[in-house]
């Protein structure tokens, strides 16, 4: 419409590599002209409205698009679209609290096959760029933990956009409290195993008998990481109500499949 720059959210179905998917991708009109010379990421497309020229621009990491989406999120809204539904479907945790005002959003740039934003210190978002059929392991299992168990040694799930076509439904974005952190266990382990060589390299064969018994700071990191990933499966075994995630014993048959 005329002078309407809003985001919206656009599904289209492509072959790449041999594969045919669906795929997401949010966006919205800059009416600025569009810049053949420079690089620009976000820069999609040439748009032109009569005589205005404008430009087709990704925004999943935009902090207008991001607004919308937690604030939607907060809400609960549901949004219908020529026999599709795009539901916001907050957990209770975010639903019963106050949302944060987006004031900062930080695109993470490692992330390959999604576009995740950090925003602020409260959330991270997570636009899926492939659009799956099925439940999401990720929402299932996050929105697990944080409704059905008292386990609070993973961050939050806040909530789940999906679209939900007559007898279909797939994943759309996701949203997490954001946890503070010094980083993932493989890399802290990367780390300590790079420092562990270097220091060992310039040690005599005979080094090491004079060592301290006490346990290195990373052995202690270890085991509080065995502590909280046994504690997890612990919450995820607690609920034999839930018919998803009701415990099974393993049989043999299953341990020789694992084999």
Same mark, same amino acid.
């Given at each position: 419409?005329?002078?309407?720059?809003?985001?919206?959210?656009?599904?289209?179905?492509?072959?790449?590599?041999?594969?045919?998917?669906?795929?997401?991708?949010?966006?919205?009109?800059?009416?600025?002209?569009?810049?053949?010379?420079?690089?620009?990421?976000?820069?999609?497309?040439?748009? !032109?409205? &009569? @005589?205005?020229?404008?430009?087709?621009?990704? =925004?999943?990491?935009?902090? +207008?698009?991001? #607004?919308?989406?937690?604030?939607?999120?907060?809400?609960?809204?549901?949004?219908?679209?020529?026999?599709?539904?795009?539901?916001?479907?907050?957990?209770?945790?975010?639903?019963?609290?106050?949302?944060?005002?987006?004031?900062?959003?930080?695109?993470?740039?490692?992330?390959?096959?999604?576009?995740?934003?950090?925003?602020?210190?409260?959330?991270?978002?997570?636009?899926?760029?492939?659009?799956?059929?099925?439940?999401?392991?990720?929402?299932?299992?996050?929105?697990?933990?944080?409704?059905?168990?008292?386990?609070?040694?993973?961050?939050?799930?806040?909530g789940s956009v999906e679209l939900i076509e007559?007898? !279909?439904? &797939? @994943?759309?974005?996701?949203?997490?409290?954001? =946890?503070?952190?010094?980083? +993932?266990?493989? #890399?802290?382990?990367?780390?300590?195993?790079?420092?562990?060589?270097?220091?060992?390299?310039?040690?005599?064969?005979?080094?090491?008998?004079?060592?301290?018994?006490?346990?290195?700071?990373?052995?202690?990191?270890?085991?509080?990481?065995?502590?909280?990933?046994?504690?997890?499966?612990?919450?995820?075994?607690?609920?034999?109500?839930?018919?998803?995630?009701?415990?099974?014993?393993?049989?043999?048959?299953?341990?020789?499949?694992?084999?």
């Amino acid at each position: 419409n005329e002078g309407d720059d809003r985001p919206w959210v656009a599904f289209f179905e492509a072959t790449l590599r041999g594969r045919h998917g669906r795929y997401i991708l949010p966006m919205r009109i800059e009416w600025q002209r569009f810049d053949r010379e420079s690089y620009d990421p976000k820069a999609l497309a040439a748009v !032109r409205q &009569g @005589a205005r020229e404008g430009t087709l621009i990704d =925004v999943a990491s935009d902090k +207008d698009f991001v #607004a919308t989406l937690i604030d939607n999120l907060h809400r609960g809204v549901v949004i219908e679209e020529m026999n599709a539904h795009l539901a916001f479907q907050p957990t209770h945790v975010f639903a019963q609290g106050e949302a944060r005002p987006v004031d900062n959003v930080h695109a993470v740039e490692a992330e390959q096959s999604n576009s995740t934003s950090l925003v602020g210190a409260d959330y991270v978002v997570k636009v899926y760029r492939k659009l799956e059929s099925g439940i999401s392991p990720e929402i299932e299992m996050g929105r697990f933990l944080t409704e059905e168990t008292s386990f609070a040694n993973t961050p939050a799930l806040l909530g789940s956009v999906e679209l939900i076509e007559s007898k !279909r439904r &797939g @994943a759309v974005a996701v949203v997490h409290a954001f =946890v503070q952190n010094q980083g +993932d266990a493989w #890399a802290v382990t990367a780390s300590h195993l790079d420092r562990f060589a270097d220091e060992h390299r310039l040690l005599p064969p005979d080094a090491g008998a004079d060592e301290p018994a006490e346990p290195a700071p990373y052995a202690l990191y270890m085991l509080q990481t065995g502590k909280r990933v046994a504690e997890m499966h612990m919450a995820l075994a607690s609920r034999n109500d839930i018919t998803a995630f009701r415990p099974e014993p393993v049989t043999a048959t299953d341990t020789q499949g694992w084999i």
